[in-house]
């Protein structure tokens, strides 16, 4: 019990000599140049941070003569059960020694570091050891605890997968994260972790990161065991603690240092060093001289990267302009092969549309024959039906004489009511053939129809047919007109002919006699009727012939049909092949276009590289003030204090304070944007926007 209570007295003696260093209790810079007051705060701190050194390596080595002890007894003595419920306590009592350990190695590097760099006055670089020791320490505090995750390679141990999360829950670490990956010179998880703790100590947010992650311990438990310091309430002290480095001004370089292959040792001499008395004025001078030295180094470095980088530029530029040469060459062949082709297409498009010329006066050569003959035909059908007209009217002669002879013979009443019957049969036969031949001549008529329709769709050459039709039309509609007339004519024959019976009935007897005349008569009327019928048959095969023309015709219109379409086939795959010749021709322009650009692009990156050089001339020019020199701001004349601090500006080299040196411009000689002061910003923009010009 003695024993605890002694362990509890000295931590709470640790706690209370290691307490954060609040804002207000860091010294002038006056203050901090007196050698008496100086050694006085040597004196004062040094003391407890030799005891919490021999307090740490006694709780080390009893914390590793512990774990021998337990790992002998587990290994060589079988113990019951009771046993490995000590084993357990012991090992957690370990664990509990190691993170106290740690922690009291941490606040004690971190007020090393910031009492070193605030009587150093200057930003931190990388070489500077207790900033080195620092990191060593919080490397060895995200390593405790780790979890071994197996792949395929081996077993993996690494503090990076942690730190990745800080990208997905807090966006802000997106830069760090893709900084960190596009650093080739990295090659393992530890050296990324290191690069990336680099990094946020420069942007002064390690200790909110670090927050975020402790906020989330439910994703923290993939990567680290339950009694981890990440995972306890010594994790959320170190936190507490990192924001004091908020005052420290570091400027660290990553390129050129290995960070995979360093080895993480803590080095306790750095904290049990005696105090030394040394002159100030020189250490002030030394440090002044090396950083002024490494700040022109620097400069030199970055620029030299970036005429490496431009000279690069270049080469892509000009193997780029080589390419799009090529493709320019390769354009123009295509273009005049596509010229040849389009040369070829429009002679055969010539050579088809002389074909389809003479196919259609071949057509329409045939058609006015075709025509000639059909009206010849239409010619012989009229002289047919005047023929027949005439022998309708001498029929109606002979019926009057029969009429008159009727009256003398009243006896042969009978017999001539036969004959009379026979007239009727014969009649109503030429009444059907005049029936049969109006349905043919409205076939004509629809045929004629369509005729006219077709040749108005496929040529305007050939008006003369559908004129020639529309002629046939009229000759048609006289037809009918006469036809009509034909048949007013037959009526009043019937009627006659009711009256002539009506006179046979009277004078049967006086007909008696003459009916041999008038059978002679009836058989010469039966040898006209033969021949009218044999005409008839004639007229119904020239009919078929027509019909068959007409066929014919409809076939040569089909066929001119599908000629137009090939027609309107090669007019659109013309269409098409100047549409092409359009668009290279318009591609041609934008390569011309684009390989004129990039001669200006050259052009400004030659202006960028004679501005660079003036400018790394300019710098050499240049010193790096220094910061016991600069008691005033050199622009508004005030007095620095604690409150108004010292700043340099990267592009001038002299001291400003916070407000006249609050703007940040990206310079040749850094990366990324740096602080600037108000004169050196206006300059630089003026630069950029007659550049720009």
């Not at 004690?108 to 605030?118: C, G």
């Amino acid at each position: 019990m003695a024993e605890g209570e002694s362990d509890t007295a000295s931590a709470a003696e640790i706690k209370e000599d290691f307490e954060i260093i609040d804002k207000k209790q860091i010294p002038n810079t006056a203050e901090l140049k007196n050698e008496e007051k100086e050694k006085t705060e040597e004196a004062r701190w040094s003391a407890p941070i030799l005891s919490l050194a021999k307090k740490a390596s006694e709780n080390l080595a009893l914390s590793y003569g512990n774990a021998l002890k337990s790992s002998s007894l587990v290994g060589f003595i079988s113990k019951p059960v009771s046993n490995d419920s000590t084993a357990k306590t012991s090992a957690r009592h370990h664990t509990m020694e190691e993170r106290a350990n740690l922690m009291n190695m941490m606040k004690l590097s971190i007020k090393t570091l910031i009492q070193s760099a605030l009587s150093l006055g200057r930003t931190l670089d990388s070489d500077f050891p207790p900033l080195q020791q620092f990191f060593v320490v919080l490397e060895h505090c995200l390593k405790h605890g780790l979890k071994v995750k197996k792949t395929f390679i081996g077993q993996n141990k690494s503090f990076f997968g942690p730190l990745e999360l800080v990208e997905k829950l807090c966006p802000e670490a997106s830069d760090i994260a893709t900084s960190v990956k596009n650093l080739p010179e990295l090659k393992t998880a530890v050296g990324r972790g290191r690069a990336w703790l680099y990094l946020a100590l420069m942007q002064k947010k390690l200790a909110d990161y670090l927050k975020v992650l402790l906020d989330h311990k439910h994703l923290l438990s993939e990567f680290y065991e339950p009694d981890a310091l990440m995972m306890e309430e010594e994790g959320a002290v170190i936190v507490g603690l990192l924001v004091g480095l908020n005052v420290i001004d570091a400027n660290l370089c990553l390129k050129g240092e290995d960070l995979d292959s360093q080895v993480g040792v803590i080095d306790f001499s750095l904290y049990l060093k005696e105090t030394q008395d040394s002159d100030g004025q020189q250490d002030g001078g030394i440090t002044a001289v090396l950083d002024q030295k490494h700040y022109v180094e620097e400069l030199n470095r970055h620029l030299s990267c970036t005429v490496a980088d431009l000279q690069n530029k270049i080469d892509c530029l000009e193997k780029t302009n080589s390419k799009l040469q090529e493709e320019l060459a390769a354009a123009t062949d295509r273009i005049g092969s596509l010229q040849e082709e389009q040369q070829q297409l429009k002679q055969q498009n010539e050579l088809i549309r002389e074909r389809s010329e003479k196919s259609v006066e071949v057509t329409k050569e045939d058609t006015k024959v075709e025509l000639d003959t059909y009206k010849q035909s239409r010619q012989g059908l009229d002289e047919m039906y005047s023929d027949v007209w005439k022998q309708l009217k001498e029929e109606k002669k002979i019926r009057l004489e029969l009429e008159k002879e009727l009256e003398l013979q009243i006896g042969m009443k009978t017999e001539m009511e036969i004959a009379m019957k026979l007239l009727e049969k014969d009649t109503h036969e030429k009444q059907d053939t005049l029936v049969a031949l109006r349905q043919q001549l409205e076939e004509v008529k629809a045929i004629n129809l369509q005729m006219f329709h077709k040749s108005q769709n496929a040529e305007c050459s050939l008006q003369q047919k559908t004129e020639a039709i529309s002629s046939f039309e009229g000759k048609a509609n006289e037809m009918m007109s006469s036809m009509k007339q034909m048949e007013e004519r037959l009526q009043h024959a019937e009627k006659a002919r009711q009256g002539a019976e009506e006179r046979c009935n009277k004078m049967k007897q006086e007909l008696a006699g003459r009916l041999d005349t008038c059978r002679q008569q009836i058989s010469q009327l039966d040898s006209k009727c033969s021949t009218l019928e044999k005409e008839l048959k004639s007229e119904k095969e020239q009919r078929q012939t027509l019909q068959r023309e007409l066929h014919q015709e409809k076939d040569t219109t089909t066929l001119l049909k599908t000629e137009l379409q090939q027609m309107e086939g090669l007019k659109k795959e013309l269409r098409k092949l100047q549409d092409e010749k359009q668009h290279l021709e318009k591609v041609c322009e934008e390569q011309e276009q684009a390989l004129q650009e990039m001669g200006l692009h050259l052009s400004q990156s030659k202006l960028k590289m004679e501005d660079i050089k003036e400018v790394n001339k300019a710098l050499k020019g240049h010193t790096w003030q220094k910061d016991d020199e600069a008691t005033h701001c050199k622009q508004c004349d005030k007095e620095f204090s604690i409150s108004r601090r010292k700043h340099h500006c990267r592009n001038c080299g002299d001291i400003f304070c916070n407000t006249c040196s609050s703007n940040e411009l990206a310079l040749p000689s850094y990366p990324k944007p740096v602080r600037v002061c108000d004169t050196c910003h206006t300059l630089l923009l003026q630069r950029c926007s007659s550049n720009s010009s």
